[in-house]
């Protein structure tokens, strides 16, 4: 897990001076909270501790027993670069906590490369190049969550980052590959380009870059995991980015006298996990019929 707990609480006691924003899609509704035991971030039917900060420390404590476990990079050594270590020498956090257990991974198939569309050959900070370089499809995986060039991240340690993991399709295809509904929930926002998915357990999923002729969803629909929701692209308004699918995870934490916050988490280590799943073939990679659950 390394300093999961540590710099996850961190974070979220930084937040609360920064008042982050509390974000439902309907004020009415009383929708599930993902609550902090030990600082760590649990499901909703595991018995709940009063969060505190835990102490300093250089080792790395176990995951408190009922809570989440920690991803197993040495499954792909070669595939998945460690969290926290991103692109340019920049530093993240190195949280191994898989913090959507039952993700389902956000592509329909692989191969996949998680690496960054910015500081890629091609990108907006990158080298000079192609967007298409076989660099950018070419392992290892990069974490992308604390990543500059993005807004304020206050569990990021500069202050700011990227917000989200950066995902290109098996090949450099525009509106080819599908995105897919990362667990059961309801559409609450489509965009030109972005689609948001309120998950049942309230994880709240955010896709950019899908190409607008092929979003497959409305809001307020239902849709199951796995289910498709629009074709990787590289809209990006009027300046187009490379072909890639931005995913983030925002979840909400009842974090002591601090109450409700609602902040970004690292999705780097829920999303390895997921594609090693896929890998496994626990995951249907197949293209079928968008399935609709009934209202």
Known sequence: MGRASELVTAGIIAASAISAM???????????VVRLAEGIPVSPDTELATAHPLPVSASEPELPAGTLRAVDLDAGSETFGRPGELADGQT?????TILAPDLRFPLETGPAFANSQGWGPGGFFGPAGDQCSPANYTPPWQ????????????LCPAG????????????????????VAAGDGVVTSVGRYSVRLM????????????????????PGERIRRGERIGRVSHAFGGTPATIHLHFEMRMTFRAGDAGLMSLPVPPYSSVIDAYQRLQRGEDDQTAHEAFRAAP
Not at 163 to 172: E, F, H, K, M, V
Not at 206 to 214: A, G
């Open 92 to 96: 993240g956090l190195p949280i191994l």
């Open 160 to 179: 700011q980052g990227h917000a989200g993991q950066d995902i290109r399709p098996s090949d450099c295809q525009d509106a080819v590959y599908w995105a």
């Open 22 to 32: 509390i974000w439902w899609p309907n004020a009415g509704q009383d929708h599930p």
């Open 199 to 218: 998950g049942e357990d309230g994880t709240r999923f955010t896709y950019l870059h899908l190409d607008p002729d092929s979003v497959a969803v409305e």
């Open 143 to 154: 974490d992308t969550f604390c990543e500059s060039g993005g807004g304020a991240l206050a």
